[in-house]
């Protein structure tokens, strides 16, 4: 079956523009989360979500960064005015449910600003 | 806080030898804690899970172990091969977290 898809794959702006990412998690996969990646780094958590529930927003770094998730399925990553610090690969996973399960990451979407 | 370290400096390990990988954690009791796999330009892909009530896990030339006293998984890789040159990442999880805490990666390099 297909696995996580991200888009776009590259994404260059200018300092300032606002961006969305967009995510489109593996059917029946309850939990999506999104994290930040720069060069050479680990893993940033960013925010996740479970079905219905409310998003845990605890990782957004500002209140510039924000996400959606429709009909518990695509999501969305927005970031507005976007800075040069903001320039990394911003990767969305997919999971069954809680620790217990593995995550399946996409790509990546890589951001630079300008 | 809680927290996960692992080598931070490059291993690098003969063809054919067996490469072990550490993982410790401090402040936590994790319920489970898996290892992933990131080549370059790619996102993490997962290879094992392990529950704190296993000592240890194998799948293929892979084992993982688990020692909850010792707060600390290790991760081998047996007859290594240059394919296997590749970032490894830890993550931990309680029982009713959604959340994984990562720990930051240890690059492997297996020389020919």
């Known amino acids: 079956g297909a696995g996580v898809s991200q888009s776009p794959s590259n994404k260059v702006t200018e300092k300032g523009k606002d961006v969305e990412l967009r995510c489109d998690p593996i059917?029946?996969?309850?939990?999506l989360y999104w994290y930040r990646q720069s060069l050479g780094q680990g893993l940033e958590f960013l925010i996740y979500?479970?079905?219905?529930?409310?998003?845990?927003k605890s990782g957004l770094p500002s209140d510039r960064f924000s996400a959606e998730r429709t009909g518990g399925s695509v999501s969305t990553l927005t970031i507005q005015r976007t800075q040069q610090e903001d320039s990394a690969v911003y990767l969305c996973?997919?999971?069954?449910?809680?620790?217990?399960?593995?995550?399946?990451f996409g790509p990546g979407t890589r951001l630079t600003v300008t | 806080s809680q927290k996960i370290e692992q080598n931070s400096e490059a291993l690098n390990i003969q063809e054919g030898k067996t490469a072990t990988l550490t993982c410790n954690y401090t402040?936590?009791?994790?319920?489970?804690l898996q290892w992933y796999r990131q080549d370059p330009g790619r996102g993490p892909v997962f290879l094992l899970l392990?529950?704190?009530n296993e000592k240890e896990k194998r799948k293929e030339r892979l084992k993982v172990t688990f020692d909850t006293t010792l707060k600390q998984s290790l991760f081998h890789i047996t007859a290594s091969q240059p394919a296997d040159s590749a970032t490894y990442l830890c993550?931990?999880?309680?029982?009713?977290?959604?959340?994984?805490?990562w720990g930051a990666g240890t690059k492997l390099i297996i020389k020919p």
């Open positions: 996973a997919s999971s069954l449910g809680r620790g217990g399960y593995e995550q399946y």
């Open positions: 059917s029946g996969h309850t939990a």
């Open positions: 979500f479970q079905g219905n529930s409310a998003p845990d």
């Open positions: 402040n936590y009791s994790p319920a489970y």
């Open positions: 392990i529950r704190e």
């Open positions: 993550a931990l999880a309680g029982d009713s977290n959604y959340q994984l805490i």
